[in-house]
Nanobody, 116 residues
């Protein structure tokens, strides 16, 4: 059974930092492109960051470039999203996604709230 379990969300003040983690099980983690999406209340789901195979190259949404960093630890089957200089508009539920060919899996999400 495939599971993606996010952690690390919470309430943070503007300008603060959080690190999200996503632990995967039931998949050959190193085969998968790993993504972080987010969905704010009343809005559609947005791709925030991706880390590719085989070279671990990364892509970011323009809204987070220079502030967020995606990374992966294949030995731990875990992908991370380091979020710095957080803004109120970063408030959303953040979802981990694993994709490989026809296979596509989602975590249940973790809430990030940026507010003073």
């Amino acid at each position: 059974q495939v599971q993606l379990v996010e952690s690390g969300g919470g309430l943070v003040q503007p300008g603060g930092s959080l690190r999200l983690s996503c632990a995967a099980s039931g998949i050959t983690f190193s085969n998968y492109v790993m993504n972080w999406y987010r969905q704010a209340l009343g809005k559609g789901r947005e791709l925030v960051a991706s880390i590719m195979k085989p070279d671990d190259s990364t892509n970011y949404a323009d809204s987070v470039k220079g502030r967020f960093t995606i990374s992966r630890a294949n030995a731990k089957n875990t992908v991370y999203l380091q979020m710095n200089s957080l803004k109120p508009e970063d408030t959303a539920v953040y979802y981990c996604n694993a994709g490989w060919g026809i296979y596509n899996y989602w975590g249940q999400g973790t809430q990030v709230t940026v507010s003073s």
